[in-house]
């Protein structure tokens, strides 16, 4: 049998895993690991700049091929670095592997130089960890590690490895198992079958049918049959904003994003529905608002991979454990083998409410913002949209940037919107999108941002110039914490607290030329499209856009809370539902 | 209301601060916690006790299930069961106190495992709530010292818990 390293060995494994990618930064504990990805070509290494963008990018990487995003940190502050970006994946359930150096198994306890207790600190935002303490386990462990990350509600897992196990002097034998056994892990594939025919006779029944898709649809690989079961059922569908191009978002039948910012017909639809099937979504408080208002006469059924998440917050009527995919399947069968029909007349009902709502309040139809004055941010988006033909990969950061671009761009496939949805982590956009233009070397990715957002993670023009990543930035520059400063209008009488900058932004033209990239400004109304044209003409170029907008506008609709139902919601500055 | 939970996981190290992470992780309670290796080597066995109703106690199995390290998970509190707890307690006893804490040491069948002039070295065993009557039996104003082991428990019948 061969016999290799144990740093060999951990990178051989990552080749026998299929990864291409490993976003890393070396340090003091990683550097034996770091000679083993010297001397091979299996898996290419990316150079961050700080350790956050390399958790970032990985799930940038995850989120847009479903594959598992791999990362390689020292210990100490290259495992603490790493943290931020770990708990987004958490959060969003985002399939990643996390390698992290560690001190010598010896001087483990006794705060040696960059020594951090990597388990225990991530301990609350992982699927899983291990702690390497042999090295002929490696191979076995990086073998559970991908498995787990995977399979089931995925989610990081943290492989911490100590130096000396990864020694180049000691070598054993290398054997890549092709299975793994663990007796307390068996992910659940199908639903039950007793409870999916419930599900059919419910949603046959509903004279007022609501579908709820969330994140759990894309990471799932379910569109097509939610897409089929909307078709079948003749319902509206809502994505949530993990969900977003779960269905087609141009598409009819779908009403927009559901909870704080979403569409008033959404949520209109959702607070009136008499049925609603909630699949891979989980009914998150951003969602629900008040939880003891939600839905007051809908009967609910869900459909979750995590019997976790089922009854959390809501309480579902119909529980279904089970793979998105697998579950969605079944019962389209059933449907499809049912006598009973949908009931065309309370359907026909049922939308022609909905048309109403919608003619009424849809964003689309009457724009929540004023048309005149200064550029406003959601005219960004809607440019951007018509300029990508809205099959672009947008990569957003947080703040209300990221609503607009949830709201005015629409997403007609899956895996086409990455945001940190769960962390609302700030920072996450450009390293995601990073990942992601790794991934599609000649799709149009996009970073939107604030010029707050993208000063959190701004060193990654570095690693963009050295891998010729012609990621385009949207910096919808609105001279404030955005998001921060509508709260603060809303709830505290327009006191600015540490949400302005002062005249401190930088040139971010000149910034993008010192790194070698291209920088553009735009102020007028008059030059955005063509601007944008320019922009995503530079097929090879990474572009940075800083487009100054309306720094008074806010993000509407947003629910009314506390206190409020899912219906109510302010319209905009003085208006609501 | 009072559940106790019992469950066989991995024994590795990191699995309890998992268990236990979890509970201070998600606002829940422990209110007494046991934990031992097993007749097969490679599992623990975890027992512990923790109130709320039965919405809590749902998503607290839930997580515990959703943990990799436990491997299986029984909520003994749904069905019949013996639960046990040992307490060793320090009782100050002197003079015409000596013989009536001897009294109540046999009423509650315990045993006085250590002796000096002034001071009883108690043992007794049973359901939580007869160790709690047995401070009010005693006086609680003579008791010097109390340490419990924290609930263990089994189903009863043929009813296991098992791999
Ligand atoms: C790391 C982090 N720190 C703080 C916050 C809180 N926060 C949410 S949105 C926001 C403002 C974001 O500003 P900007 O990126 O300019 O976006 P805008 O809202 O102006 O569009 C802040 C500070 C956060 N989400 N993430
Ligand atoms: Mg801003």
Same mark, same amino acid.
């Given at each position: 049998?061969?016999?290799?390293?144990?740093? +060999?060995?951990?990178?051989?494994?990552?080749?026998?895993?299929?990864?291409?990618?490993?976003?890393?930064?070396?340090?003091?504990? =990683?550097?034996?690991?770091?000679?083993?990805?010297?001397?091979?070509?299996?898996?290419?290494?990316?150079?961050?700049?700080?350790?956050?963008?390399?958790?970032?990018? =990985? +799930?940038?990487?995850?989120?847009?091929?479903? *594959?598992?995003?791999?990362?390689?940190?020292?210990?100490?502050?290259?495992?603490?670095?790493?943290?931020?970006?770990?708990?987004?994946?958490?959060?969003?359930?985002?399939?990643?592997?996390?390698?992290?150096?560690?001190?010598?198994?010896?001087?483990?306890?006794?705060?040696?130089?960059?020594?951090? +207790?990597?388990?225990?600190?991530?301990?609350?935002?992982?699927?899983?960890?291990?702690?390497?303490?042999? =090295?002929?386990?490696?191979?076995?462990?990086?073998?559970?590690? @991908?498995?787990?990350?995977?399979?089931?509600?995925?989610?990081?897992?943290?492989?911490?490895?100590?130096?000396?196990?990864?020694?180049?002097?000691?070598? @054993?034998?290398?054997?890549? #198992?092709?299975?793994?056994?663990?007796?307390?892990?068996?992910?659940?594939?199908?639903?039950?079958?007793?409870?999916?025919?419930?599900?059919?006779?419910?949603?046959?029944?509903?004279?007022?049918?609501?579908?709820?898709?969330?994140?759990?649809?894309?990471?799932?690989?379910?569109?097509?049959?939610?897409?089929?079961?909307?078709?079948?059922?003749?319902?509206?569908?809502?994505?949530?904003?993990?969900?977003?191009?779960?269905?087609?978002?141009?598409?009819?039948?779908?009403?927009?994003?559901?909870?704080?910012?979403?569409?008033?017909?959404?949520?209109?639809?959702?607070?009136?529905?008499?049925?609603? @099937?909630?699949?891979?979504?989980?009914?998150?408080?951003? &969602?629900?608002?008040?939880?003891?208002?939600?839905?007051?006469?809908?009967?609910?059924?869900?459909?979750?991979?995590?019997?976790?998440?089922?009854?959390?917050?809501?309480?579902?009527?119909?529980?279904?454990?089970?793979?998105?995919?697998?579950?969605?399947?079944?019962?389209?069968?059933?449907?499809?083998?049912?006598?009973?029909?949908?009931?065309?007349?309370?359907?026909?009902?049922?939308?022609?409410?909905?048309?109403?709502?919608?003619?009424?309040?849809?964003?689309?139809?009457? #724009?929540?913002?004023?048309?005149?004055?200064?550029?406003? #941010?959601?005219?960004?988006?809607?440019?951007?949209?018509?300029?990508?033909?809205?099959?672009?990969?947008?990569?957003?950061?947080?703040?209300?940037?990221?609503?607009?671009?949830?709201?005015?761009?629409?997403?007609?496939?899956?895996?086409?919107?990455?945001?940190?949805?769960?962390?609302?982590?700030?920072?996450?956009?450009?390293?995601?999108?990073?990942?992601?233009?790794?991934?599609?070397?000649?799709?149009?990715?996009?970073?939107?941002?604030?010029?707050?957002?993208?000063?959190?993670?701004?060193?990654?023009?570095?690693?963009?110039?050295?891998?010729?990543?012609?990621?385009?930035?949207?910096?919808?520059?609105?001279?404030?914490?955005?998001?921060?400063?509508?709260?603060?209008?809303?709830?505290?009488?327009?006191?600015?607290?540490?949400?302005?900058?002062?005249?401190?932004?930088?040139?971010?033209?000149?910034?993008?030329?010192?790194?070698?990239?291209?920088?553009?400004?735009?102020? *007028?109304?008059?030059?955005?499209?063509?601007?944008?044209?320019?922009?995503?003409?530079? *097929?090879?170029?990474?572009? @940075?856009?800083?487009?100054? &907008?309306?720094?008074?506008?806010?993000?509407?609709?947003?629910?009314?809370?506390?206190?409020?139902?899912?219906? +109510?919601?302010?319209?905009?500055?003085?208006?609501?539902? | 209301?009072?559940? !106790?939970?019992?469950?066989?996981?991995?024994?590795?190290?990191?699995?309890?601060?998992?268990?236990?992470?979890?509970?201070?992780?998600?606002?829940?309670?422990? $209110?007494?916690?046991?934990?031992?290796?097993?007749?097969?080597?490679?599992?623990?066995?975890?027992?512990?006790?923790?109130?709320?109703?039965? %919405?809590?106690?749902?998503?607290?199995?839930? %997580?515990?299930?959703?943990?990799?390290?436990?491997?299986?998970?029984?909520?003994?509190? $749904?069905?019949? %069961?013996?639960?046990?707890?040992?307490?060793?307690?320090?009782?100050?006893?002197?003079?015409?106190?000596?013989?009536?804490?001897?009294?109540?040491?046999?009423?509650?069948?315990?045993?006085?495992?250590?002796?000096?002039?002034?001071?009883?070295? !108690?043992? !007794?065993?049973?359901?939580?709530?007869?160790?709690?009557?047995?401070?009010?039996?005693?006086? $609680?104003?003579?008791?010097? $010292?109390?340490?419990?082991?924290?609930?263990?428990?089994?189903?009863?019948?043929?009813?296991?818990?098992?791999?």
């Amino acid at each position: 049998m061969e016999k290799l390293s144990g740093g +060999d060995i951990l990178i051989r494994s990552l080749a026998e895993e299929g990864v291409e990618y490993l976003f890393g930064y070396p340090g003091g504990a =990683a550097l034996h690991i770091y000679d083993a990805v010297f001397r091979q070509k299996a898996v290419q290494h990316i150079l961050v700049r700080h350790e956050q963008a390399a958790t970032h990018a =990985a +799930d940038g990487y995850a989120r847009s091929t479903g *594959k598992v995003g791999t990362v390689l940190v020292t210990s100490g502050p290259g495992a603490t670095n790493a943290i931020t970006g770990i708990a987004t994946a958490y959060m969003d359930s985002i399939p990643m592997v996390v390698i992290s150096g560690q001190v010598m198994s010896d001087k483990i306890g006794e705060d040696a130089f960059q020594e951090t +207790d990597m388990v225990g600190v991530s301990r609350p935002i992982v699927k899983h960890s291990f702690l390497v303490r042999d =090295a002929s386990k490696i191979a076995e462990t990086v073998k559970k590690a @991908f498995y787990i990350a995977s399979t089931g509600r995925p989610g990081p897992v943290v492989i911490d490895i100590p130096k000396d196990i990864t020694n180049p002097v000691d070598k @054993f034998d290398f054997d890549y #198992p092709d299975k793994v056994k663990l007796r307390s892990y068996t992910p659940i594939a199908k639903g039950h079958t007793g409870q999916i025919k419930k599900a059919a006779q419910l949603l046959l029944q509903a004279k007022r049918p609501m579908i709820y898709a969330g994140g759990g649809v894309v990471q799932g690989n379910a569109s097509e049959q939610l897409i089929e079961l909307v078709r079948l059922l003749n319902a509206p569908c809502t994505n949530t904003l993990m969900g977003l191009g779960a269905y087609p978002g141009s598409d009819e039948k779908c009403v927009g994003m559901l909870g704080m910012h979403g569409t008033v017909e959404a949520n209109m639809a959702m607070h009136h529905a008499d049925v609603i @099937f909630a699949v891979g979504a989980r009914f998150d408080d951003r &969602v629900t608002n008040t939880p003891s208002k939600f839905c007051p006469s809908a009967k609910i059924i869900h459909v979750d991979i995590d019997p976790a998440s089922i009854s959390k917050t809501v309480a579902a009527d119909v529980p279904i454990v089970g793979a998105v995919d697998a579950v969605l399947d079944e019962l389209l069968e059933i449907i499809k083998a049912e006598d009973a029909k949908p009931d065309e007349q309370a359907l026909a009902q049922w939308w022609k409410q909905i048309n109403e709502w919608r003619e009424r309040y849809s964003i689309t139809q009457t #724009p929540r913002y004023e048309t005149g004055g200064m550029l406003k #941010p959601q005219e960004v988006v809607s440019a951007l949209y018509e300029v990508t033909n809205g099959d672009a990969y947008i990569c957003s950061d947080v703040g209300q940037h990221q609503m607009f671009a949830a709201q005015y761009y629409h997403y007609d496939k899956p895996r086409r919107w990455i945001n940190s949805g769960g962390l609302g982590t700030m920072g996450f956009g450009l390293p995601a999108a990073m990942g992601v233009q790794m991934a599609h070397r000649d799709a149009n990715v996009v970073c939107v941002t604030g010029e707050g957002s993208i000063q959190m993670c701004i060193q990654e023009l570095s690693t963009c110039a050295q891998y010729n990543l012609p990621v385009k930035i949207i910096c919808i520059n609105n001279q404030a914490l955005g998001m921060v400063r509508q709260w603060q209008d809303m709830q505290y009488d327009s006191r600015y607290s540490e949400s302005l900058y002062e005249d401190s932004l930088p040139d971010f033209v000149k910034l993008m030329e010192a790194y070698g990239h291209v920088g553009m400004k735009v102020t *007028k109304r008059e030059e955005l499209k063509q601007k944008l044209e320019e922009c995503f003409a530079m *097929k090879d170029k990474t572009v @940075f856009m800083d487009i100054y &907008v309306d720094p008074n506008e806010h993000v509407y609709p947003m629910h009314i809370a506390p206190e409020g139902s899912m219906r +109510d919601m302010w319209l905009n500055k003085t208006e609501r539902t | 209301m009072k559940r !106790i939970i019992s469950l066989l996981m991995e024994n590795e190290p990191g699995a309890l601060s998992r268990v236990v992470g979890l509970f201070s992780q998600r606002g829940y309670n422990i $209110e007494t916690l046991t934990v031992a290796p097993t007749e097969d080597a490679s599992l623990s066995r975890l027992t512990l006790t923790t109130a709320g109703d039965d %919405h809590k106690i749902e998503q607290i199995t839930k %997580h515990l299930n959703r943990l990799i390290d436990v491997v299986k998970l029984v909520d003994l509190t $749904e069905g019949a %069961h013996i639960e046990r707890e040992l307490m060793l307690v320090k009782v100050r006893a002197t003079g015409a106190q000596r013989a009536e804490v001897k009294r109540c040491v046999d009423i509650f069948r315990g045993q006085i495992v250590d002796v000096t002039s002034s001071v009883y070295t !108690i043992q !007794i065993t049973g359901a939580s709530d007869k160790l709690d009557s047995f401070f009010q039996a005693v006086g $609680e104003a003579s008791i010097i $010292e109390v340490v419990r082991s924290g609930v263990s428990g089994i189903a009863r019948g043929e009813k296991i818990l098992s791999l």
